[in-house]
């Protein structure tokens, strides 16, 4: 069996990491919501549109993995989730009182290891860095060894292309 | 949830990590391997989840029971994934995925651990 696709990058980690945080998320927003809601209404709301946002990074990053498509959203929906990281995390230290009881984004996410306030900046890097970034290739240095590397994992002789 | 062994899976889940985190510096990751030592994760969670479902229809009650069934679906399903993703990559990334998905999973099972407690 060969490896029909080239080898990940970054992005495909980045998607794993939303994919990771849509689910410990929306199931903690919705176990909340579900058995206790009037306890923490705010935190709980929060917590939930935390949850859409990863969801929306997960396809919108995901879709810019697998096909180059839709950078600008992509970069605009990260920016937005960094703010709301900042905001909510700052609002949490300055006023504890706002949340009786803590969102995914609290002390900038502190209960999941900081990586909410992570993951936006290093999607941001990806999406920045990215040789795709506005739906077309930007030529840039080493582009010619990446693209003999995909044809290797391919098993597809490189004459036969330059040929056809 | 045999406590012993999740905490030997946790534990594995961290020394996963740490094995592909240094095959990503090194940018020499075998691939072969990280799917063996996932292979033999993920039968600790499969073992862990049985005793685990066994708990529950005796009767256990754990502390939130939605959060804890939620942690055992993540336990199981992320070690397939990442299986996937890596199969015929030596790459640095491929190595990077495994590092977060070992770490992932020795978090998620210590979660499920403290969701096992009765309230």
Redesign the interface.
């Known amino acids: 069996?060969?490896?029909a696709r080239p080898?990940?990058?970054?992005g495909?980690?980045l998607v794993?990491?939303y994919g990771?945080f849509v689910?410990?998320t929306g199931?903690?927003a919705?176990?909340q919501l579900?058995?206790h809601p009037g306890r923490a209404p705010l935190a709980y709301g929060l917590s939930a549109a935390a949850a859409g946002i990863y969801l929306a990074g997960l396809v919108l990053l995901g879709r810019f993995e697998r096909h180059r498509r839709g950078w600008l959203t992509a970069r605009a929906l990260c920016l937005i989730e960094l703010a709301g990281v900042v905001a909510v995390g700052s609002v949490s230290l300055l006023w504890p009182s706002s949340f009786p009881e803590p969102t995914v984004w609290s002390a900038y996410g502190s209960g999941y290891?900081f990586v909410p306030v992570v993951l936006p900046l290093l999607a941001l890097w990806w999406l920045t860095t990215s040789e795709h970034r506005f739906g077309h290739a930007v030529p840039q240095k080493g582009d010619d060894e990446r693209v003999e590397r995909v044809r290797t994992f391919d098993r597809e002789p490189v004459t036969a292309r330059k040929d056809g | 949830v045999i406590e012993s062994l999740a905490a030997a899976s946790a534990l594995a889940g961290v020394g996963l990590a740490a094995w592909a985190a240094v095959a990503a510096i090194k940018g020499q990751f075998d691939w072969r391997r990280g799917l063996i030592l996932l292979g033999m994760l993920q039968i600790a969670l499969l073992v862990d989840a049985v005793a685990d479902v066994t708990g529950l229809v005796r009767g256990h009650h754990p502390n939130?029971l939605?959060?804890h069934l939620?942690y055992l679906i993540?336990s199981l399903v992320?070690g397939p994934?990442?299986a996937s993703?890596?199969?015929?990559?030596g790459?640095r990334?491929?190595a990077?995925?495994t590092a977060?998905?070992g770490l992932?999973v020795a978090?998620v099972v210590v979660r499920a651990q403290t969701t096992w407690r009765s309230a």
């Open positions: 069996m060969t490896r080898p990940l990058g970054p495909r980690l794993f990491g990771l689910v410990a199931s903690r919705l176990v579900a058995t290891g | 939130e939605a959060t939620a993540v992320i994934i990442v993703q890596i199969f015929d990559d790459g990334w491929a990077a995925l977060v998905a992932a978090v």
